[in-house]
Each structure stands twice: as structure tokens, then as C-alpha cells.
């Protein structure tokens, strides 16, 4: 699957850094068939086939976009699969006796940890929540371009959100939080009883300083390994509107 032409006035040395890093893209796509394979061997395999192709379309829309927006860093547009997409499906081994029918992704931005779990998880029901108006486009074009079903995105902050199910959700997810036992607090508000937000831990603390602190889940893939905090609504609250 081949990137749309580069166009613009971008000076020459820029354009072929951007191709060298198409290409790694490209080549990391490789791994998808045997990730899904390990992750999801319950899928049929024509089932992975098209997830396989739809996480392609989506790197390769993101790495074009990523030159304009700074969707990712620089330095992680030419490792996509490994930095981001495989992190990302990743979190669908985490979701063991948690219920997720309903997914909220916060802050969603580059459609990340939103857009590949989606893919995998084509019976859920999604909302994409970003503030930012462009980010917010290009999810929605990513949607379009992908023709996913029962998913919405909301350009909007979280607590402007009025369209949560009667009843709250069953599973928040955010990636790029400084403190996602604040987080936690925040949306708390839409989350069903015994709802849960789940979260990638930051580097730089340690879970047992976080108030509350979380249940730590640790999911990797060969080389790859990442740890989520888990946190869970109390059954007896109930959710506001």
C-alpha cells in the first residue's frame, strides 16, 4: 500500500526524509499478520486479513497527516507499528473481566490507543473524544476512509461531552496522560458502576504514589511490552449525567 504523492514546496532533503520514513513504515507493517496471529488466534483467518489491511490504511494515513500535525513525534513517524499500533492492540489483552461494550477514548488525538482497538473490536460501540478541531478532522477522515461502524467522534473536552449512555460506560481509555489518577476523577462522572478507566502508566512514577493508585497490568508481544493502570468504579455509584 503505497502513500499519496508527496506535494508542496517542502525543500528536497525534508521530502526524502519523509519517504525514508514512509518506507519504515512500510516495513513495520510486516510484523501486523503475525501480531494479530499471536494476540487473536480465536479470529478467523479472513478476519485478520482485513484487520491487517484497515491498521495499514491507518499507519500510512497517519504518517501522512503526522507531517502536518505533529500527530506523533518526529522521531516515532518512522516506527508507527512498533511504538504505537502494537502498543496499542496490546490493550485488548488487558480487558480480561472487564466489561468494554461501550468504549470512551480520551483525548484520542492521533486515534491512538482508539482507531487500532476499534479495528479488533468491530462489535463495540467507540467514541473518540478530542478537543483540538483538526486533530478531531482527522479522525473523523480516518473513520471515513476506514468505513468503521458504531463509532463517533466528538470534538469537544470530556466534560462537555452530554452524550454519554443512560447508564455510563463500561471502560474509558487514555494514552498520553500526565497523571491518570486524576484522570480517573474526571470521568468518573460518565462511567458505569463498576466501570473502569484504563490507562498507560507514565515512566517517570511509580503506580503506589498514585491517589488512588491502580491495578497494574503488564501485556507485551515479543520485544514489545507496555504498562497499563487500571482503575474501577465503585458498584455502588452511580453514574451522572
Do not use: Y
Request: hydrophobic share 45%.
Amino acid at each position: 500500500m503505497a502513500l499519496p504523492p508527496f506535494q508542496g514546496s517542502e525543500p528536497e532533503e525534508s521530502l526524502a526524509a519523509d519517504r525514508r520514513a514512509a518506507f519504515a513504515v512500510q516495513s513495520g507493517l510486516g510484523r501486523l499478520p503475525a501480531v494479530l496471529g499471536d494476540l487473536f488466534p480465536e479470529a478467523a483467518l479472513g478476519e485478520r486479513a482485513c484487520w491487517c489491511r484497515q491498521l495499514a490504511e491507518f499507519s500510512l494515513h497517519l504518517h501522512r497527516w503526522s507531517g502536518r500535525m505533529n500527530l506523533v513525534a518526529d522521531g516515532d513517524r518512522s516506527a508507527l507499528v512498533n511504538k504505537h499500533l502494537i502498543p496499542s492492540l496490546l490493550i485488548r489483552s488487558a480487558l480480561e473481566g472487564v466489561s468494554h461494550r461501550q468504549i470512551v477514548d480520551v483525548g484520542s488525538g492521533a486515534g491512538l490507543p482508539g482507531i487500532p482497538l476499534k479495528i479488533v473490536l468491530p462489535n463495540n460501540d467507540f467514541v473518540l473524544v478530542e478537543s483540538r478541531r483538526r486533530r478531531a478532522s482527522f479522525l473523523r477522515e480516518v473513520v471515513r476512509r476506514l468505513a468503521l461502524q458504531r463509532i463517533a467522534v466528538e470534538n469537544l473536552r470530556l466534560e462537555q461531552w452530554r452524550d454519554s449512555p443512560r447508564g455510563g460506560v463500561d471502560l474509558v481509555t487514555a494514552r498520553a496522560v500526565a497523571d491518570p489518577a486524576v484522570l480517573f476523577e474526571q470521568v468518573r462522572p460518565i462511567l458505569a458502576p463498576g466501570g473502569h478507566l484504563l490507562a498507560f502508566l507514565p515512566t517517570d512514577r511509580s503506580p503506589s504514589d498514585m491517589d488512588p493508585p491502580p491495578e497494574v497490568r503488564t501485556v507485551g508481544w515479543r520485544d514489545i511490552e507496555v504498562r497499563l493502570g487500571l482503575w474501577k468504579q465503585p458498584s455502588g455509584i452511580a453514574h451522572k449525567k
